[in-house]
């Protein structure tokens, strides 16, 4: 069984962009702490970012079609700024039926009005907000315990 994390846009710039924000950990540190918590729940993973939104909507939707395989969880989703803006990715991840954790890196809450709110959220299973890269990993375990894995 499979689980997808998916990052959207700037997030390939982790580590470098704003670090003050999102701490100096690199998208490649992220996929790396992602394969060893992958690895202890016995899921293989797919880790993949874009900067593009339709990209993130064909993910969104071969994903669900593998959930509906019986092949995959699920995924891990931080849409970056799509978040706040994509109608597209809430349309998809609803039509496709995409189990889905939100994270975010940042507290979100305790920064610009705009970041607030979130198209996914409605969405999504579950929401990990402000515990910075260790939110992929609590993501991970959530998406793994709610579907019923322990
Ligand atoms: C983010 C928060 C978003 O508001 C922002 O646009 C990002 C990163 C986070 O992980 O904290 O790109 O999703």
Request: with cysteine; aromatic share 8%; hydrophobic share 40%.
């Amino acid at each position: 069984t499979s689980v997808y994390v998916l990052n959207g846009p700037n997030l390939n710039l982790l580590g470098t962009r704003r670090p003050e924000v999102y701490g100096s950990t690199t998208l490649a540190d992220v996929e790396e702490l992602c394969r060893q918590e992958a690895g202890k729940l016995g899921l293989e993973l797919e880790f993949l970012q874009s900067n593009h939104e339709g990209q993130l909507v064909d993910w969104v939707q071969e994903a669900g079609a593998r959930v509906a395989a019986g092949d995959c969880l699920g995924a891990v989703f931080n849409p970056g700024a799509y978040t706040h803006t994509s109608i597209a990715l809430h349309d998809a991840i609803e039509g496709a039926s995409l189990p889905v954790v939100e994270v975010h890196i940042s507290n979100v809450h305790a920064r610009e009005e705009f970041r607030r709110h979130s198209y996914v959220s409605p969405v999504a299973r579950g929401v990990v907000v402000g515990f910075g890269v260790y939110g992929y990993v609590l993501a991970l375990r959530g998406l793994h315990h709610s579907a019923g894995l322990g």
